[in-house]
């Protein structure tokens, strides 16, 4: 270890440091696997000239999500003059942005629900149009116009249902998967970039092109893709897409329940 020991730069001189390795660590975050490493106490106050009082220390905590709670605790059994930062307090900008980035992807999801409530009103349009025959046959025989309504709102409670069964179902499947997706995605780039390289580049003497990563850690500072579902989330996306496949199937309905049994049939 290289250190550097003076009152200023100018007078800095680089004084060298020995030691043992005698393991490594690994976090899996990319900024600290390549720029920390630990030694003693006793080393510390020898090669940096620290006093006890200077000190950082850091506390681990079992629950990261109630570290407020450990601050509190802290600040009232630390005399005066200490300073207090929890890992929210450090990362504070990419919190943000991370929040700012979860609420332009709920307004995309917003916007797919949206699109295919849009396509439910669509297929039951067509679907009255073709059933003008059938529906006016009903209407004949003593149907109602809230039973026609209920008939095809129920059809778009059901439609809706199929589809946010699905969209669920394969949620899960991606989400619990997405290392191996991930994974299986660059082998076959890199098989093919290997290809190219042996094929093409090789014969002409160029160098072959860099590995393709989809999560390189030196840009997002992770080795994966940490996943955590949150089950009060997905009921809430799958209410309300339930809720838009009612009210899409309500306008489609109501053109049905409107149509005259008499006219219907007659140009059938």
Known sequence: MVTFQGRDLASARPKFNLFHVTGLFKTGYWEYDKNMAYISLEAAYRIFDIKEDELTLGLKVDNYYRVDRVVDWVHRNLPIGHYIYTWMDLNRPLF???QNEK????????????????????????????????????????????????VFVIDGLYIGFIGTLIGVFSGFLLTLNIESIFNFFEFVVNGIREMFYFLYLMPMGRPPLPVFELLSDSIYYLEGVPVEIHFKD?????????LLSVFAAYYPARKAATLKPVENIRYE
């Open 96 to 98: 943000e942005a991370l």
């Open 103 to 150: 609420v332009g992807i709920g307004f995309v999801v917003m916007l797919i629900i949206v699109s295919g409530a849009f396509n439910i009103i669509g297929s039951l349009i067509m679907t009255v149009m073709d059933k003008r025959r059938e529906i006016g046959i009903l209407r004949a025989l003593g149907a109602k116009p809230p039973l026609i309504t209920q």
């Open 234 to 242: 997905v009921f809430i996306v799958s209410a309300l897409s339930l």
